[in-house]
């Protein structure tokens, strides 16, 4: 059985994981097979497989810090407490990074073209998993934005997300003959405002209502979103037809999930902000 890594094994791999995400937010391309074998003969006797693995816990380490991660290392949980001190030094240490992080949020985005015909757009959404990570006493403050979020509040973004859902249920309805229904989907947060509870008002097969927010990241699909207590609340007085339309890797090749009923049935969540009040 391999020993657990080292202080000075995690140290290496952090830094080979930031000096990716780095290229990856700057748009180049990354080789993340070269950057295994560059990183194996430093470490103890690691397959590639294990790197791999360390380098997917990373990616897990930074969704809950809420920061940006490498796409093509999804998440793995159950990772180490280490792993999360590591990384937070190293964000304490570079903190140059918050500058390629905004810019990743700030990204301007083009409106997407999807072949609704002839591309898988929709696909399996990832299933919620109960894992228990470890805590840690944040001792200095090295996250003082939540990336994740602010790139959710990227208006542009949102919208964008939105355009895409709004011309996909109209594509929905009139390819299986229901063009009249069709006609009838409603932009509700252009038309009423971002108050409504929901972004879409689109039509079952029967004609009623269905109520559909959608969420957008340039991210992959395991990406967290955030949702407001008004979303919340309107989502379970209306679960029976509520849908949550998450579109991800919108920069590239967008692709979507879909899950339905209320937010606090189809997803985990935990609250981030307290209003305190007299």
Known sequence: MLESWSNLEVKLIVADYFNMLVDELAGKVVNKTVHRKALRPLLKNRSEGSIEFKHQNLSAVLINLGQP??????????????????????LANNTWLEE???????????????????????????????????????????????????????????????????EYEKWRLNTIGFSKLADRVEWISQTQGDGSGFDILSRNYDGSDKYIEVKTTKLSKDTPFFFTINELQFSI??????????????DESPRMFIKDGDFKTICKSSPIVFKGYF
């Open 69 to 90: 991660y490498i796409k093509g290392y999804l998440p793995r949980s159950n990772y180490q407490k280490i792993l999360i001190e590591q990384v937070l030094d190293y």
């Open 100 to 166: 390629y992080f905004k810019r990743f949020c700030e990204k301007e985005v083009n409106p997407a073209s999807v072949d609704f015909e002839k591309e898988k757009f929709v696909v399996t959404p990832p299933l919620v998993q109960n894992v228990e990570e470890p805590i840690i006493n944040l001792k200095r403050g090295p996250i003082k934005v939540n990336f994740l979020e602010r790139e959710q509040n990227n208006h542009k973004l949102g919208r964008s997300g939105e355009e895409l859902v709004l």
């Open 237 to 250: 007085e209306h679960k029976e037809r509520y849908y949550l339309y998450r579109v991800f890797n919108f």
